[in-house]
């Protein structure tokens, strides 16, 4: 157990003395000592002279555990067992606690009878107290009931709920939906950017509440104003901690830029395609469809990964936590030393990343691309390779002192054995790509070994516009000249693992959470049942047993037509983008990708709420559409923003609804906050988009001196080509056919790795997650393991032993941290970017020219062997091969 848990105090019971007696004066029957035990193990402070000092949360606990009979507590433990066998979030510790307190029952319980106070012990556990014991039994069983199963939860969610605050009110939607146009001005700005910044919701959320706060101060209490027919209070009295999360949901269900913006780049850029005729009508469309139809699906996954108590989300608990360290001042309070409060701690964590930033993103940038072993040699290929962060894998163990680095991966977010699992999975990765580059396999050493990008049989990068007609189509005859496009190891080993990923994913989850799945489809089914009730509060009765869907209870569901009628106008404007307009698309290719994202989203997002691990569906939708549809890289495009954005989205949107779920706002409100929220934002990303195609010079290229090097964008526009272009038929059937067996090859793991994670031993088998490692393999190409190195370091310290030593510090002040440096960030980057970047010199030392020595600072591409050195002057299959 943690340090933090204080052991039960022993004291005798004395059977002539009453209960109740001198323990009633703080309004409980339970005694001092037993109160200071409950607060110390829900981390809250130990010192109180009287009832209103404790906080509310541990009142509304305290009576809860005084209400609970010992009976119903056991039953609730022996559940709480069964359910949470196997689970890898549910603390080990806490389970282990459980199974002592069930072994040690007295012996009227283990035969059932009736629970009276004056129930003897039995001699096995004669060292402790009946009272001891019993309060033991009932504070966990507690937790669970009416609280949450895990700590990370417990940390930031209260366990009661006050119906009576508002949450929908207008000062939320003028104020965040204020915030989502300038969030969604700036990340959409640098999406394209490598890495990218962002305006993450935690750096909105410090944004939101002095805008609150000034919003109260500045209009009257009690006055409203009357829109379209509806009266709205326009200073309805404190700014609250329920708007506040409402805000932050507004503005985080837009804060991404959406998917179809690449494919408006890859169309429109003269480098790329370079298409006349996507008007701003089809780019409204379009991106509209591609982002609205996720919440039909959304609606669906509500009570699959919404409404259970496993699907606990990790990755959006930081959100909670910086909430509630701005809305609620704690009281003093000694945890291992530390006295500050969440939000002191967060301003000074804030202001010292916003201060240090300065250092590696514009005065000392060797500190951010730390690659020092390439500076023994700057001009070795096989050094760089090995170590380089531009050029090669990354493998570093000193990569990066810049936290956008570092935290590339959610280090203070996703539980450890993510973190872990899949950085097992990049080491393989990295093992894999130096096998396939120095055997020279399919001519790997002649191109660069970690590039996303697609080349030539001389080393270059691959010019579609060479295989393409005058009409921007695919001329056989053009490319039987050209030759087919050839893949950097990195990119090979990559498509492989996507291959693998796919149908080993939604295998082994079938297979050993069989269970879960089953009831994953019931449940959907439940979900469509109840669309033509009138009760839509069913919804939360079926799942009567979780505390926060008690809660939930109190407000009404979004009707089944509202999500239908977005559905039509969804699927309406899909249709129009392919029948009128010049996209090479058949109407069947809507429904079939609107069928595989139905197909694949109960293991998509089963995995992504308990891990905080996901994946996309882009490399099969290619795969498939690329084989129906051949020679069309706009068809595989379209084709694609829909397959991949579908559960992308839904994903977004459940998160959100999770969100909301854990901090009781309506679920109207949040619909209509999402509705509103993501139509705003498709608009600013259509401008921004188009603002930068017209106006920033070399935007897409390589070296291009801001860093908008278009990572999302290249790996589009050359997926395009291999899959649409040439089509998979050629690639895969010609050039790489080995990559098909890599669907069987996926297939098979299941057997081994199903019977592992059964028989294995219980102490691995517990965080072993062999998709996450799967999902190690796609990390690269552009990126490397520099990239997650740092952010490993980290995650084993605080998601790991500073998560198990010192629970109680880990609850109350790591998601703020993570939140405080994020945000320190993000703000001294765009203050960086504007003032001292955009359109000025670059400040010129050593320490900013030091990570650019040799090979790492080369506009070119280096390779091992030289294409010119090959046969004939050029590599790969002979020309009258060419597939």
């Known amino acids: 157990m943690p340090q933090e848990y204080i052991e039960l105090q022993q004291f005798p019971r004395e059977d002539d003395e009453p209960r109740n007696e001198s323990k009633s004066s703080l309004g409980f029957s339970l005694s001092h000592e037993e109160i200071i035990t409950i607060l110390a193990r829900m981390g809250q402070p130990t010192s109180y002279e009287s009832l209103d000092d404790l906080p509310r949360s541990a009142q509304f606990m305290i009576e809860k555990i005084e209400g609970l009979k010992i009976e119903d507590a056991i039953v609730i433990l022996r559940d709480t067992l069964a359910e949470h066998t196997g689970d890898v979030n549910f603390p080990s510790a806490d389970y282990h606690l459980i199974e002592r307190l069930l072994a040690h029952l007295p012996k009227e319980s283990q035969s059932d009878s009736d629970i009276s106070g004056e129930t003897k012990m039995d001699s096995s556990i004669s060292d402790k107290t009946y009272d001891t014991w019993a309060l033991e039994v009932r504070l966990e069983a507690a937790l669970v009931a009416f609280h949450s199963p895990y700590p990370e939860v417990r940390a930031v969610v209260d366990p009661y709920d006050d119906h009576t605050i508002p949450a929908e009110t207008l000062r939320v939607y003028v104020i965040g939906l204020s915030w989502t146009l300038v969030g969604s001005l700036i990340n959409n700005f640098f999406v394209h950017r490598l890495p990218s910044i962002t305006l993450s919701s935690s750096t909105v959320q410090l944004l939101l509440l002095p805008s609150g706060r000034l919003w109260e101060k500045a209009f009257a209490p009690n006055k409203k104003i009357k829109i379209l027919g509806r009266y709205f209070d326009i200073n309805p009295g404190p700014w609250n901690y329920k708007e506040m999360m409402l805000a932050t949901i507004i503005y985080s269900c837009s804060a991404g830029t959406p998917y179809s913006i690449y494919n408006f780049f890859v169309m429109k850029l003269d480098r790329f395609y370079g298409l006349e005729w996507v008007s701003w009508t089809y780019q409204v469309m379009f991106a509209l469809s591609t982002q609205f139809l996720g919440f039909a699906f959304a609606f669906l996954m509500l009570k699959v990964c919404v409404y259970p108590k496993k699907a606990m989300w990790p990755t959006l608990l930081p959100t909670i936590a910086l909430n509630r360290a701005l809305m609620n001042e704690d009281p003093p309070t000694n945890i291992n030393g530390w006295k500050i409060s969440r939000y002191s701690f967060f301003f000074v964590v804030f202001m010292a990343s916003f201060c240090y930033n300065w250092l590696p993103s514009y005065l000392f940038k060797a500190l951010s691309t730390f690659n020092w072993p390439t500076w023994f040699s700057p001009n070795s290929i096989h050094l760089v390779n090995i ?10 163990p ?3 002192l810049d936290w956008n680095i570092i935290d590339m991966a959610g280090c203070l977010t996703i539980p450890f054995y993510t973190y872990a699992n899949q950085y097992i999975g990049m080491l393989l990765g990295f093992v894999t790509i130096l096998m396939v580059y120095y055997s020279n396999n399919k001519w790997t050493s002649y191109f660069p070994i970690n590039s996303n990008r697609l080349f030539n049989n001389k080393g270059e ?48 989850h079938t297979v050993t959470e069989w269970s879960s799945m089953k009831q ?8 469509l049942k109840d669309a033509f009730q009138k009760d839509h509060d069913s919804n939360y009765r079926r799942f009567g047993t979780d505390p926060h869907c008690q809660m939930m209870s109190h407000y009404k569901e979004v009707p089944s037509w509202w999500f239908v009628t977005i559905l039509i106008v969804s699927v309406s404007f899909a249709l129009i983008c392919v029948i009128f307009y010049p996209v090479e698309t058949p109407v069947w290719g809507i429904f079939f990708t609107i069928g595989i994202n139905f197909l694949f989203l109960i293991p998509i997002t089963a995995i992504a709420s308990v891990t905080g691990f996901t994946f996309g569906l882009n490399v099969l939708v290619e795969l498939i559409v690329g084989y129906a549809i051949p020679n069309s890289g706009i068809a ?24 909301a779920h854990y901090t009781k706002i309506p679920p109207r409100a949040i619909f209509r906050g ?49 899959y649409g272009e040439i089509g998979p038929a050629k690639v895969f059937g010609g050039i790489y056919p080995v990559l098909k067996w890599c669907f069987l090859l996926g297939a098979v793991m299941v057997i081994p790795m199903a019977l592992f994670k059964k028989i294995g031993p219980r102490n691995i088998t517990r965080s072993f997650q062999p998709t996450i490692i799967l999902g190690g393999f796609l990390s690269y190409a552009p990126y490397n393991l520099s990239y997650f190195t740092m952010g490993l370091y980290l995650s084993f310290i605080f998601m790991n032993r500073i998560k198990r030593t010192y629970t109680i510090w880990w609850e109350k002040y790591n998601y703020i941290l993570t939140s405080a440096l994020s945000a320190g960030v993000a703000f001294s980057a765009l203050l960086i970017f504007f003032t001292v970047q955009y359109n000025k010199d670059e400040l010129d030392w050593w320490g900013n020219r030091l990570s650019n020595m040799g090979i790492e600072g080369s506009n070119k591409h280096h390779t091992w062997l030289k294409a010119s050195d090959a046969p004939e002057g050029y590599i790969g299959l002979r020309k009258d091969q060419f597939p």
């Open 387 to 396: 170590t380089g962060t531009n050029q090669g894998l990354g493998l570093n």
């Open 398 to 400: 000193l990569p990066s």
């Open 461 to 508: 990068v691959y010019n579609v516009k060479k295989i393409l007609n005058e009409n921007k189509s695919f001329d056989h005859k053009k490319y039987m000249e050209y030759g087919p496009p050839y893949f950097a190891a990195a990119n090979l080993v990559l498509y492989g693992a996507y291959f693998c990923m796919y149908p080993f994913a939604i295998l082994y």
């Open 520 to 527: 994953s489809f019931a449940n959907i089914w439940l979900t």
């Open 636 to 659: 595989l495009i379209t084709l694609k923003a829909y397959g991949y954005n579908i559960d992308s989205q839904a994903s977004n949107y459940i998160t959100d609804q999770k969100l």
């Open 674 to 722: 999402q509705i509103i929220s993501t139509f705003l934002s498709v608009f600013v990303a259509l401008f921004i988009a188009n603002w930068q195609m017209d106006n920033i010079p070399d935007i897409c290229e390589l070296h291009q001196k801001n860093r908008l090097r278009c990572p999302g964008a290249n790996t589009y526009f050359f997926s395009s080509i291999q």
